[in-house]
């Protein structure tokens, strides 16, 4: 394979950059190639007297094309050619990037070959492999994609066009740029993309209409600050929630989807990798995980009680009585410990940088103060065991004998529920105050 008035730069792991001739060769011993458009696009000295080898190793590669591996070797050579295809085209400096998660069939040796940079990642997964691939990069922008040939790398424009733009996050929209037939099973796209698409959009307000796209681009520095750490297919989701929580400037181009190039299944389990979006969306939502189903429970919960506590409910022919009673007390612990746990996981949260700040939960948080809850919780607790008292004093007067469960009940009930509902309240009252507490890291000076 020969690339006519082409310059290639062989970039090293470790920054080095080296000129070469004006041609690419098959020479697999050459492991890694940048392409720098042709001479007439790019010429060899700067005006300032530099030439692109110094400008390259001052100022880097505008682009990255990364591909996540694991035994591709039978579709890498076209994921290859097309990505170098768009970069010679479209006058861009840059390179492809193979982030390679322990291929076994040569695909290694096979993207050098056709003349890609190969990093070996041995953290399984695919998000494992994207994270070291972004970290490898050395393209100020990265544009990655799956290497099964299902999409087109010779048709980056959009995505790189909105990159100089200056967004920070470019998604493709597979639903908006063509699914061709065949290219994804009908259960992902009318039921699983659409629904965890919509899910992620309520909870985290994203503007990505399609979350689980395999093409998007990045701005390198911008992605490396949201920490993502995710190593299996819910990076995707962990991208566009982090993005979205770090006020990323995010965008989105249309793309299409094609059938893949694979002669095996793909790696994709559909209702595995679908629960662990699902579980990655909802634990990063802790709202509504957590305080609005607590929040409904706990209302619901405390309005029953109340009413019950008169006295029994008919309507129609359906009575509510002690029994509704106890399921009712239920519901209100199980609420006001759901609440109580948003709380912690909101403060966790939004210091990982895994929940959006919010001004106003620090402010009422600020003047709930441990000591406050602990007083608060006591006179709860005292109520519980007031309540209790007057119902011996109740048994007690009726000579100790077997009493009416729908009365006694009636006492008893509120007085556990009440006791539970204080000892609850100061064990997250703890829990919030060690949360509060941040261990001092001072400086570490080194001793000559």
């Known amino acids: 394979m020969t690339c006519q008035n082409s310059v290639s730069i062989e970039a090293q792991l470790d920054g080095d950059i080296a000129i070469s001739d004006g041609t690419v060769s098959d020479d697999s011993s050459r492991q890694e190639m940048v392409v720098v458009a042709d001479t007439s696009v790019l010429p060899w000295q700067h005006t300032d007297g530099r030439s692109i080898a110094a400008v390259l190793a001052e100022e880097g590669l505008e682009l990255t094309i990364l591909m996540p591996c694991l035994n591709e070797a039978r579709t890498l050579p076209a994921c290859i050619g097309k990505a170098r295809s768009f970069l010679e085209r479209a006058g861009v400096v840059g390179e492809v990037l193979v982030a390679d998660n322990g291929s076994s069939d040569g695909s290694q040796e096979v993207a050098r070959h056709h003349g890609a940079r190969v990093i070996a990642v041995s ?31 010779s048709r980056l424009d959009l995505f790189l066009d909105r990159l100089r733009e200056g967004s920070q996050l ?52 911008a992605i490396l600050r949201l920490d993502l ?14 993005a979205t929580i770090g006020k990323l400037r995010i965008a989105e181009v249309p793309t299409s989807l094609s059938p893949d190039g694979r002669d095996r299944p793909p790696h994709l389990r559909s209702w595995r990798d679908g629960w662990r979006h699902l579980r990655f969306l909802l634990l990063f939502s802790p709202r509504g995980l957590f305080f609005y189903p607590g929040a409904f429970m706990f209302g619901m919960g405390m309005l029953a009680m109340l009413r019950l506590l008169i006295g029994p ?136």
């Open 123 to 153: 953290e399984k997964g695919y998000g494992s492999a994207l994270i070291a691939g972004i970290r490898a990069a050395h393209g100020r922008f990265v544009i990655m994609g799956d290497s099964d040939d299902s999409y087109d790398f």
């Open 170 to 221: 470019v998604m493709g929209n597979r639903f908006a740029g063509g699914i061709q037939a065949g290219a994804m099973p009908p259960l992902h796209r009318y039921v699983g993309n659409p629904v965890l698409t919509t899910l992620g959009r309520l909870l985290f307000k994203s503007p990505c209409k399609d979350f689980h796209c395999g093409l998007r681009g990045v701005e390198r520095d």
């Open 229 to 242: 750490s995710a190593a299996g297919m819910e990076f995707a989701s962990e991208m566009v929630v982090k």
């Open 313 to 448: 409910v008919v309507i129609g022919s359906i009575g509510f009585d002690i029994n509704t009673l106890m399921y009712a007390s239920a519901a209100t612990v199980i609420g006001w410990q759901s609440m109580i746990f948003w709380v912690s996981a909101k403060i966790h949260g939004t210091r990982e940088g895994i929940v959006s700040p919010d001004p106003n939960f620090d402010r009422a948080l600020g003047q709930i103060t441990l000591e406050r809850v602990l007083l608060a919780s006591l006179a709860v607790f005292l109520c519980g065991i007031l309540i209790a008292i007057g119902s011996v004093f109740s048994w007690g007067g009726e000579g100790f004998h077997a009493l009416d469960p729908s009365h006694s009940v009636r006492l008893v009930i509120p007085a556990v529920t009440a006791m539970l509902l204080a000892v609850q309240s100061a064990n997250g009252a703890m829990f919030v105050a060690l949360l509060k507490i941040r261990k001092s890291r001072p400086d570490v000076i080194e001793m000559q």
